[in-house]
C-alpha cells in the first residue's frame, strides 16, 4: 500500500463524522453485500477510463527528485549523525507498516495489548502510507481479488502500475465496490485505529515530516535544507520497497506453494521489505504472523520484532501453520522448488478465486485451517 498525497486527507474530517455510521454496519449484513455485488459484477462488466491524478503526478515526482537530491546531500554534506538518523525512522516506520498494518491489522494474524498497538499506530503513521483503516481495506480487497480488477495494484496491468502507476490514476470502479464488501467490523471496534484514522491530517504531518526533519536541526545543528531533503529520500526510498511487494513480488521470483497465482516468493524483496517478500507463501496463508515458512531471523526482521514482544506479554494469540500443512499444500499446488509435487495436473490456467480469504476471521476460511491453527502466546 501507499498513499493517495491528496485526495484521502482532504476526506478524513467527512469519514470521521460518517463513522458512526458505518460502524453500525455488521459483519452479516457486509457478506450478504458482498454476495450481491459479485453476482451483479457477474453480469455486466462496468465501462472504465483512466483518470489521471495530476496531483499525485506532480507529488512523486517531486519526491523522486528531491530523493535524488537527499541522497547526494546525505552523501557528501549531511553530518553522519543525520545519516543514522535516516536509517533508524525507515525502519521503525517500516515495522509499523508490515508488523502493524499488514500483520496485525489487516491479517489479524495475532493480538497486541494496547501500548504495542499504540506504538505501531504511531510508526504506521511515520511511514505515511495511508491511514491504518483505510490501507488495511484495499489490502484485504488485493487478497480477496487479487489480480482481478478489484485489485488495487493488480499486477496483470504491468510492472509500473503495480509499483505506482495505479496511484497516479483513479481507481477501478471494482476496488471501491469490492472494498464496500469487505468486513471491516474488527477495526471499527479498535479505539486505536479510530482515533488516528480521526486525527490522521494532524498526526500523518507530525510524525512522517516534521518531527523528523526537526530533530537533526535541533540536537545536531543539521542544515535545515540537508534535513528536509534526507526525510523526502527516507520516505520516497521506504515507498519503493514497500511497492516491490505488489510489482516485483507479483512477477518475478518462485511459487513453492501454490503456482496457479502470481505472487511469488523473493529473496531480495524479503529482505528490502523487512519479510515481507515471501508474498507466495503469504497469499496461500495470510493468518501466519511470520508471513513465511522460516526458522530464522535472516530475511524476515517483523517476525523477530513480533517475538521480541511476545517474550514481554505484549503479542499474543501468535498464529502459524503445522510444517505438515504447509508441505501438504506445497506438493499438491507448488511448482516444485521446495517440496517435490505429487500432481502434474494443475497449473495455473485453473485457477479461481472462490474461496480466496484475507486472512484470519474471513468467513470463507475454511474449517480444517481453522482447526489446525498453531498458536504460540495464548492468551487468557
Known amino acids: 500500500m501507499a498513499p493517495n498525497l491528496f485526495g484521502n486527507s482532504a476526506t478524513l474530517f467527512l469519514e470521521a463524522s460518517q463513522q458512526d455510521v458505518s460502524q453500525k454496519k455488521t459483519a452479516t449484513e457486509k457478506t450478504v453485500t458482498q454476495k450481491l455485488s459479485l453476482q451483479k459484477t457477474q453480469n455486466s462488466k462496468p465501462k472504465y477510463q483512466w483518470k489521471i491524478v495530476w496531483r499525485n503526478v506532480i507529488a512523486f515526482l517531486y519526491l523522486h527528485f528531491g530523493a535524488l537530491y537527499g541522497l547526494y546531500i546525505l552523501t557528501v554534506a549531511a553530518k553522519s549523525y543525520t545519516f543514522l538518523w535516516v536509517i533508524t525512522v525507515a525502519c521503525v516506520a517500516a515495522v509499523g507498516v508490515t508488523g502493524g498494518a499488514h500483520r496485525l491489522w489487516a491479517h489479524r494474524s495475532y493480538k497486541a495489548k494496547w501500548p504495542m498497538r499504540v506504538i505501531l499506530m504511531i510508526f504506521q503513521t511515520m511511514a505515511f502510507q495511508n491511514h491504518i483503516y483505510e490501507w488495511v481495506r484495499d489490502h484485504r480487497v ?97 515507498l ?127 474449517a480444517e485451517d481453522m482447526q489446525k491453527v498453531e498458536i504460540i502466546n495464548k492468551g487468557d
Open 240 to 366: 519503493n520497497l514497500t511497492w516491490l511487494v505488489n510489482s516485483a513480488a507479483h512477477i518475478w521470483g518462485m511459487k513453492p506453494y501454490d503456482n496457479t497465482i502470481s505472487p511469488t516468493d523473493s529473496y531480495s524483496v524479503a529482505i528490502g521489505a523487512f519479510g515481507e517478500g515471501w508474498h507466495n507463501y503469504h497469499h496461500v496463508f495470510p493468518w501466519d504472523y511470520k508471513a513465511a515458512e522460516l526458522g530464522n531471523y535472516r530475511t524476515n526482521f517483523t517476525t523477530a520484532f513480533i517475538d521480541f514482544f511476545a517474550r514481554i506479554g505484549w503479542a499474543y494469540d501468535l498464529k502459524t501453520v503445522a510444517h505438515t500443512m504447509v508441505k501438504k499444500r506445497a506438493v499438491r499446488t507448488g511448482d516444485g522448488t521446495r517440496y517435490e509435487r505429487t500432481a502434474d495436473h494443475h497449473n495455473a490456467h485453473h485457477h479461481t478465486h472462490d474461496g480466496a480469504i484475507w486472512g484470519w476471521g474471513d468467513t470463507d476460511m475454511a
Open 142 to 238: 488485493h487478497h480477496k481479488f487479487t489480480d482481478t480488477d478489484a485489485d488495487p495494484h493488480n499486477a496483470q496491468r504491468g510492472f509500473f502500475f503495480s509499483h505506482m502507476g495505479w496511484l497516479l490514476i483513479r481507481k477501478h470502479p471494482d476496488v471501491i465496490n469490492k472494498g464496500a464488501t469487505i468486513d471491516m467490523s474488527d477495526l471499527e471496534k479498535d479505539p486505536v485505529v479510530i482515533w488516528q484514522r480521526r486525527l490522521y491530517i494532524i498526526l500523518m504531518p507530525l510524525f512522517c515530516f516534521l518531527l523528523p526533519t526537526w530533530v537533526p536541526c535541533h540536537f545536531w545543528n543539521e542544515k535545515p535544507m540537508f534535513a528536509w531533503y534526507a526525510t523526502i529520500f527516507r520516505y520516497t526510498l521506504s
